[in-house]
């Protein structure tokens, strides 16, 4: 199958739009026709090397859109199936899936850019084999992906706001239900409002936290969390003491702080925050060589506890139906989350706008 696909094929390059060769589903894989795909900082991240993919690279795991062929001995999928794309691959058998927490899955930490076979169903112009990001590969017209890698949605949800469900939403949502399990009334304080964390703010919100602090260096966002419902906002940009404003603000610190940047400063912030017995919560993916200094003695003294948070903790299966059922009622706002849409062709402008802080989230239409 002929499509278009967005590659990185060189670190600090723009990517670029090339039409590829996308190979039929062998067992255990479907072909997929992609409606959207968002342009998550991740995506980002692998082109600049934060992320260290191996280019060439077909970006994309933010997708929905529509299976058009099954493979050998598939039975849980049929044509016309409406699906999600799963950066997390989840084999169902490994020690963490079978103990409730599939985004930790032995396989899936090993399918960074092929199929969980090690096999690739992508190709070049050339005939040359192209990587495909954490198994998915999906900003393209068609991809082909293991059934361990996609979930299967409500033929009624719309497929543009879906999409985000794949990652972004799921990731930050679920830091606050799954992970950090926000109970009512709580504080909350929300580091970085990009598309993860606006979500995990609307986690927190329908969790029934008190009062959700968001903080960011970008007005035009922090607008955006007080819609997705935070009661406070910082613009941080120029702050001294952030740690001390934010104590002062909340009585005495937070009872949790989502870090959704990246950044091992920022983290120390975040869990500076806290108040005694609270919980910081790492979301953003930072350098591999970011470092984090902590007071050890407070780790004693004050009961404060650090966690990482990996796409949300999430079941995918059953996270991604829940959390476009809250959506269908008015409870989650995906709408708003889209603040501009694209097509194929302009992606090299979607990734720019990313990283220049335009959008919330920015989604490719196919």
Known sequence: MKSKAVIFRES??????????????????VMIKLAACGVCHSDLSATNGTIPFPPPLILGHEGAGE?????????????GDHVLSSF?????????????RPALCDVGARTLYTLPTGDLRTSDATGAPLNIFSGCGVMAEYATLSTRSIIKIPQDAPLKQAALVGCGVMTGFCAATNTAHVEP??????????????SAIQGAAVSGAGMIVAVDIDDFKLELAKLMGAT???????????????????????DYAFECVGSGDLVATAYGALRKGGTAVVVGVARPKDMTSIRTASLTFEEKTITGSYF??????EDAPRILGL????KVKLDEL???TYAIDEAAQAFADLEAGKNARGVIIF
């Open 67 to 79: 299976v058009i062929e099954v493979g050998a001995g598939v039975t849980d999928f049929k044509v």
């Open 232 to 254: 406070h906002t910082i613009n941080s940009k120029g702050e001294e003491n952030l740690v001390k404003t934010l104590k002062k603000l909340t009585g005495g610190g937070v």
């Open 12 to 29: 600090g390059k723009p990517v670029v739009v090339e039409t590829i060769d996308v190979a039929p589903p062998r067992a255990g894989e």
């Open 88 to 100: 997390v691959t989840m084999c169902g058998i490994c020690h963490y899936c079978t103990i409730g």
């Open 327 to 330: 959506y269908k009622s008015g």
């Open 312 to 317: 949300g903790s999430a079941r995918p299966r």
């Open 338 to 340: 889209v603040t501009r």
């Open 185 to 198: 009334g709580a504080i909350v304080a929300v580091f970085g409002c990009g598309g993860v964390g606006l």
